[in-house]
C-alpha cells in the first residue's frame, strides 16, 4: 500500500491556461474526494466520486472545473481558463465505503497561478 | 447552513495539556472528526467521534457532545512536534454524503 498519490506536486501557470491535475487512491478504496484549501483555512470539500459515480458537486466547483474518474481508479480535476484565485493545495482523499470517517489524505497539488 | 468555528490560534507549553474546541451548526449530522495538519503537508486522521463521549488515543483524547453541537481535542504531554493545525470536521449525510471542515487551530508549543 503507497498510500494516496498525486501529480504533480506544484503547478505554476499563466491565467487564461488550463491545468489537469491527477489523483491515484489507495486501490481498494471506492470512494475518492477532491477539496481546495488556502491558506489560513481548512479544506474545502469540491466534489466526491463513488467508484466512477460522481455523487456531489460543491458549489465552489465553476463551470471551469471538471473531475472525472472514468474507470474508478485514478481521478483527474482540470481546470479551464485559470484565474489567480484559483491559487490553492488541491487535495485528493480516498476512503473504503465502508469507512467514510477515516479519509486518507494525498501529498496535494499546489497552484499557482500567475 | 453548514458552520463549524474553532480557535484560529493557541499557545501551549511543551508538557503540558492543552484542549481545543469545536462548536458546529450543520443538518444531517453523521460525526465528526479531528485532522493534524503540518504546515505545507496534508491532513493526517486523529480521532473520529460519532457517539457522546471521550474517545482515547494515547496522548490524543477527543470529546463529542451531539445535543450540545460540541467537541473538543485534548493532547497531552505536549511535544514540539505538535505544533501544527488542528482540523475539526463534520460529517454530513443528507441525500449525498460530504465532510466540511473548520478553519483550523494553530497550535504553537513553547519550549
Known amino acids: 500500500d503507497t498510500g494516496v498519490s498525486q501529480d504533480p506536486r506544484h503547478k505554476i501557470t499563466k491565467r487564461g491556461q488550463n491545468v489537469t491535475f491527477r489523483c491515484d487512491p489507495i486501490?481498494?478504496?471506492?470512494?475518492l474526494y477532491w477539496y481546495r484549501q488556502t491558506l489560513g483555512q481548512g479544506p474545502e470539500f469540491l466534489t466526491y466520486?463513488?467508484?466512477?459515480?460522481?455523487?456531489?458537486k460543491s458549489r465552489l466547483l465553476s463551470d471551469r472545473f471538471s473531475a472525472e474518474r472514468p474507470k474508478g481508479s485514478f481521478s483527474t480535476l482540470e481546470i479551464q481558463r485559470t484565474e489567480q484565485g484559483d491559487s490553492a493545495m488541491y487535495l485528493c482523499?480516498?476512503?473504503?465505503?465502508?469507512?467514510?470517517?477515516?479519509?486518507?489524505f494525498g501529498p496535494g497539488t499546489r497552484l499557482l497561478v500567475l | 447552513g453548514q458552520n463549524i468555528d474553532q480557535p484560529t490560534e493557541m499557545t501551549a507549553t511543551e508538557g503540558a495539556i492543552v484542549q481545543i474546541n469545536c462548536t458546529y451548526q450543520t443538518s444531517g449530522f453523521n460525526g465528526l472528526f479531528w485532522y493534524q495538519q503540518h504546515a505545507g503537508e496534508a491532513p493526517t486522521f486523529l480521532s473520529y467521534n460519532v457517539l457522546d463521549g471521550l474517545e482515547e488515543k494515547g496522548r490524543f483524547s477527543s470529546f463529542l457532545s451531539r445535543s450540545k453541537g460540541y467537541s473538543y481535542l485534548l493532547l497531552k504531554e505536549l511535544q514540539m512536534k505538535d505544533s501544527a493545525s488542528y482540523l475539526c470536521?463534520?460529517?454530513?449525510?443528507?441525500?449525498?454524503?460530504?465532510?466540511?471542515f473548520g478553519k483550523g487551530t494553530r497550535l504553537h508549543i513553547l519550549p
Open positions: 482523499a480516498s476512503s473504503p465505503q465502508t469507512e467514510f470517517e477515516t479519509q486518507y
Open positions: 466520486f463513488q467508484n466512477e459515480a460522481q455523487l456531489e
Open positions: 470536521a463534520v460529517i454530513i449525510r443528507n441525500r449525498d454524503d460530504k465532510i466540511i
Open positions: 486501490s481498494e478504496h471506492n470512494r
